[in-house]
């Protein structure tokens, strides 16, 4: 396979219009010569954005972070497996997407081409609930697209080969944020969600403490209820409506810690554990940049044979791994 591109590329505003998600590096050059940033790879395209420079008929300097033979393999893979239907036959195309994952990480290919190949397949979220997701925080939304892709790639890792249980795990993970969509959404509420992440149980201590409103409060300890609203109102969207039970669980941790159920991961199904293990993967790659020993650790097939332990052991020991890290991040500072 290619190499992402590093090279700077003209590209003109309808063929930006064209994709629905950057997928590099977006720079608007001055009548100076002076560049300037406008997007980065993993955003949502704003139609208004393309509507203002369309008019101009802007030309970009763009450079892309993708692969598209990367992108197009994926693709045909999943079409792939969509219409296969005995057992033998869907665990094979499943191996065979896993190989092809570990590949692209072997020869330091961008995961975003991977995310792609996930979205344009398997995305069945509302684009006005995607929309929300992404005007409330541009981060938080690039954080589901990549979680939502990591669930496709660990639930083929853990035997389930079942297309459209898979499907769903992905529009779990895209929408376990939803519930943060609120007007009342502000910087209080996100730092309030990364402390619960790395303090179970104490989010709520915390944003009380910091002077947060009495509605900043309410969005911090809602938004697990409020996805799972979403995903109870949207049911159609799901085959299998009962996974929705999934996004209740997203700030547990083994030991029973966290909010809104305080459940134990020994509790825990080997399809709850997926999204919450891609989750978990997510928040690794953006804060500490070592997604290849995790992607190892969970896909090395040869070292114990990692498909034939249950998901839940495997999540435990990422518990762990975050537990040693987060304990080192608050000692170094």
Partial sequence: MNQPNEKMIALPIKDFAKKIICDGHLYLK?????????????????????????????????????????????SELF??????????????????????????????????????A????FCVIPKEDLNRLHETDIHLFRKSLYTA??????????????????????????????????????????????????????GKK????QGATPQEQTVFLQHPLKSHEFFKKNS???????????????????NGAGFPRGIPKAQVSSWEAVVVLASSMVDIVADYNFEKNVVNFIFDFQNEKMKEIPVQRVYKKICMVLGDIYKEKRSAS
């Avoid at 010569?33 to 790879?41: A, D, E, I, N, T």
């Avoid at 195309?93 to 792609?116: C, G, M, N, P, R």
């Avoid at 944020?177 to 179970?200: I, M, T």
């Avoid at 915390?206 to 403490?209: A, E, Q, R, S, Y």
């Fill in 118 to 121: 996930c979205f344009n397949e």
């Fill in 30 to 74: 001055s009548k100076e010569g002076r560049r300037f940033y406008l997007l980065k790879p993993g955003l949502l395209i704003d139609q208004a954005f393309v509507k203002k420079f369309a008019l101009t008929q802007t030309v970009f300097d763009f450079q892309p972070v993708t692969n598209q033979v990367v992108i197009d393999k994926f």
């Fill in 206 to 209: 915390w944003i009380v403490g």
């Fill in 149 to 202: 892709a990591f669930s496709v790639i660990i639930g083929f890792g853990n035997d389930f080969y079942h297309y459209a249980m898979i499907k769903d795990f992905y529009n779990i993970s895209m929408g376990l944020d939803l519930g943060l969509c609120e007007s009342s959404y502000s910087y209080f509420v996100a730092e309030a969600c990364n402390y619960e992440n790395q303090h179970p149980g104490e």
């Fill in 79 to 116: 079409k792939q497996l969509k219409y296969l239907h005995f057992e033998k036959d869907l665990r094979e195309k499943t191996q065979e997407i896993v190989a092809a994952f570990k590949e692209i990480y072997s020869k330091d290919e961008h995961f975003l081409s991977f995310a792609l």
């Fill in 236 to 254: 159609q969207i799901l085959s299998y409506p009962e996974l929705a039970e999934i996004v209740l669980y997203q700030h547990e941790l083994s």
